[in-house]
């Protein structure tokens, strides 16, 4: 199976999601899919508005910017690299404009949620009053017929 064909299925709190990687950023993806199973905590985005996050600390991830957005949309998932602010996976669920401490920033859009959108607002409302959730990113297995 193509990277481009494999489906990424994250579970984050009770909701399950599923989605396909972004060909427009190879390195990012090459990255992420070498993390995976991806287990963290995912909280609320403190100044780019409907979105939750999972911060990475200083990291440098050694990702140059590819498909790079200040705007995802709702069920885009977008990795910020490092740089000038701290290094993130931002999962936006709504109207965003990405931002940090230092002002608007850019993230490498990777991933996008084609399966489960009906509740990623449920999921932000969810982390903004009840508080970070366990999330878990896997690669979704093939079923044999």
């Not at 390195?27 to 609320?44: A, D, G, V």
């Not at 990291?59 to 977008?78: M, V």
């Not at 401490?101 to 607002?121: D, P, R, S």
Request: some cysteine.
């Amino acid at each position: 199976m193509s990277k481009s064909s494999e489906i990424v299925r994250i579970t984050a709190g009770p909701y399950t999601f599923r989605a396909h990687w972004e060909a427009a950023a190879p390195e990012t993806i090459k990255w992420f899919r070498s993390q995976l199973p991806y287990i963290q905590k995912i909280i609320h985005v403190r100044w780019s508005g409907e979105a939750c996050w999972v911060p990475l600390g200083y990291a440098d991830l050694q990702l140059p910017h590819e498909n790079s957005t200040s705007h995802p949309a709702s069920g885009a998932i977008i990795v910020y690299p490092g740089g000038i602010s701290e290094t993130e996976i931002l999962f936006a669920y709504g109207a965003c404009s990405f931002s940090s401490i230092v002002g608007q920033v850019a993230g490498n859009h990777f991933l996008t949620v084609f399966e489960g959108k009906e509740n990623l607002h449920n999921l932000g409302k969810l982390v903004l009053w009840n508080g970070a959730q366990d999330v878990r990113f896997e690669l979704e297995r093939p079923s044999k017929l």
